[in-house]
């Protein structure tokens, strides 16, 4: 029914940047609550950044200072702004669309990309 398409991850060294990016295929994102997660291997999936629909933005304590998330509604696009990134970020990012009146039943996930950072 709504098909989330994430992209943007890439091999970057310590302290570089990456711009995530997520496409919804629907105009959903004035009415949903987006966010990014990400899983490490052998890690749980964690809350990175969380942004509502009038723009209330929460973080992460490890990413505070570092990630920006932001959405712009008319293009159905979500991002995160990653900087000065360290090794520990290593990990598939998943992008993340919910109602937050009846998220059990409109829940979205894109497939993941891959944020790879060594020197």
């Known amino acids: 029914q709504v098909t989330l398409v994430d992209s943007g991850g890439d091999l970057v060294q310590p302290g570089g940047s990456l711009r995530l990016s997520c496409v919804a295929s629907?105009?959903?994102?004035?009415?949903?609550?987006m966010a990014w997660h990400r899983q490490a291997p052998g890690k749980q999936r964690e809350l990175v950044a969380e942004?509502?629909?009038?723009?209330?933005?929460t973080y992460a304590t490890s990413v505070k200072g570092r990630f920006t998330i932001s959405r712009d509604n008319p293009e159905n696009t979500l991002f995160l702004q990653m900087n000065s990134l360290r090794p520990e970020d290593t990990a598939v990012y998943f992008c993340?669309?919910?109602?937050?009146?009846?998220?059990?039943?409109?829940?979205?996930w894109g497939q993941g990309t891959q944020v790879t950072v060594s020197s």
């Open positions: 993340n669309a919910y109602y937050p009146f009846n998220p059990r039943d409109y829940n979205f």
């Open positions: 629907r105009s959903i994102f004035a009415a949903y609550t």
């Open positions: 942004i509502t629909t009038d723009g209330t933005t």
